[in-house]
């Protein structure tokens, strides 16, 4: 079983291959590709959101759509794929620029609008 390390987290192998990966964080035990959970901790270290590695895919094999940009709302952030490539997309958020996964993208948005809707409840009270 062959280890790694990778921004305080460690990395395992899966069984006998070489090409699935593990990391433990938290209590949530995550598997995938070695680019792909690394995306994951990247994530996880920048928006505290644990991220399924298969929601990066395949990082950048396969197309998710031919040829040239593409632009996509997602509640008033605009997400945009320049290239096609299904992991490749970005989105300037809160003044700063947000990279990876179109889902990865709107689940992060996500959570933070309903934080942010929490936290303006709790000042009405």
């Known amino acids: ?21 593990q990391v433990q ?3 949530h035990t995550l598997s995938g590709s070695m680019p792909a959970v690394k995306k994951s901790i990247d994530w996880f270290c ?44 970005y989105c300037f958020f809160n ?4 990279k990876g996964g179109k889902v990865a993208m709107q689940k992060h ?3 933070y609008l309903i934080a942010k809707q929490k936290a303006e409840q709790q000042q009405k009270k």
């Open 109 to 111: 948005i996500e959570a």
């Open 95 to 98: 003044g700063k620029l947000i």
């Open 1 to 21: 079983m062959a280890a790694a390390t990778y921004r305080g987290f460690t990395l395992k192998t899966a069984g006998n291959s070489t090409d699935v990966w």
């Open 25 to 27: 964080i938290k209590n």
């Open 46 to 89: 920048d928006t505290a959101n644990i991220i399924d590695p298969k929601e990066f895919g395949s990082l950048g094999n396969k197309k998710e759509a031919e040829g040239g940009p593409v632009q996509e709302d997602f509640h008033g952030y605009t997400l945009k794929n320049d290239n096609g490539n299904p992991n490749e997309w």
